[in-house]
């Protein structure tokens, strides 16, 4: 464990990296590698929760718009990402790797209901565990879901693989001269309304002290690199 700089981890994937270049349904090359990774860390000792997004099925507000019922909207999101959770723990499982899967809303015949303390003893036991449905309440979003169940869990940081290799001062696909950070305050990022996580997420973190590793999904082993404390992406933190 002396390799390892963080011991307990929330892995937030967002759904879109799972669709790899496709950009929607399941990529199981893009998600082999990922649960590779996973593999990887649980080797090394470190105790892995991930929250999976919904995207590559369906977002609540974006699809729904104005042509559907918000909430109901948002329970369609939430479904979605319970499919993405099966498809990971069945990847994992392939890989020899103890996994159990919770979701937010019950639905007992295919998952075991979000406990608290039945997380916790599931990774100390060394199992996987993948959480569904965000947090279970329309309008919060899985990144959201995600610093909740982070600080719900006491995981030492969070590690937020995106389609994008950190935080930018601007969009880098807009601004070809955008500045990437190292290092960026929680301040900063919602001073400066940076697309980190919504600003919820982030206060949330914030408020509950848990670093944020943002890192591209692209190299699935920057899993391994960022559990390991390399300077990888970009680190928001509180100020120093």
Known sequence: MSEVKYQRVLLKISGEALAGDAHRGLDFEVIGKVCDAVKQCAEMGVQVGIVVGGGNFWRGLKDGGDRMERTRADHMGMLATVINALAVADCLEQRGVDVRVQ???EMRAIAEPYIRGKAVRHLEKGRVVVFGCGTGNPYFSTDTGAVLRAAEINADAILLAKNIDGVYDA???????????????YDEVLSRHL????STATSLSMDNHIPIVVFALKDPDNIVRA?????????????V
Do not use: N, R, Y
Request: aromatic share 2%.
């Open 103 to 105: 979701t937010a809303i």
């Open 171 to 185: 969009d880098p696909a807009k601004v070809p001269d955008a500045k990437k950070f190292d290092e960026i305050s």
């Open 195 to 198: 697309a980190v996580m919504d």
């Open 227 to 239: 559990v390991k404390g390399e300077k990888i992406g970009t680190l928001v933190k509180e100020e």
